[in-house]
Structures are given as structure tokens and as C-alpha cells.
């Protein structure tokens, strides 16, 4: 995992936990077969990939519900 992703992605997504979880998931569904939603080097680890489409806005924060 590259480290300037992780400060990217942290620029977006400013709560650690919540970002842990948001690549955390992703890279479970990519693990299982989900087709990365971005253009992707073999080079790329799932972690690489999640970290980039939060970054590009592929993958999104899921509202919290209010009260």
C-alpha cells in the first residue's frame, strides 16, 4: 500500500476508522471478484485500488443516519 495514497485518500475521508473500514470492505469485494471500478497496473495491490477509487470518487462514504 503506497503511502501517498493513504494521505490522499485521508484528505477526503478525514476519520481514520472510517477509512480503515471504507478499504477494508473494498478490498474484501475485490478479494471475491468485483471488478476494480477503475483502470488498474498489475503492479496494483486491492488496497492500491480501493485507496485510488476513494480517491477518484468510484467508492463513497455511506451516510450515517441521523439521531
Known amino acids: 500500500m503506497k503511502s501517498d495514497l493513504v494521505e490522499q485518500a ?3 475521508v478525514p476519520d ?5 473500514n471504507m478499504v477494508s470492505k473494498r ?3 475485490l478479494n471475491t471478484g468485483r471488478a476494480p471500478l ?7 495491490g ?3 485500488i480501493a485507496l485510488t477509487e476513494i ?7 455511506l451516510e450515517q443516519p441521523a439521531g
Open 46 to 48: 486491492a488496497a492500491d
Open 16 to 20: 481514520p476508522q472510517i477509512l480503515i
Open 38 to 44: 477503475i483502470d488498474t497496473v498489475p503492479s496494483m
Open 10 to 12: 485521508a484528505a477526503i
Open 27 to 29: 478490498v474484501q469485494q
Open 55 to 61: 480517491i477518484e470518487g468510484k467508492v463513497k462514504q
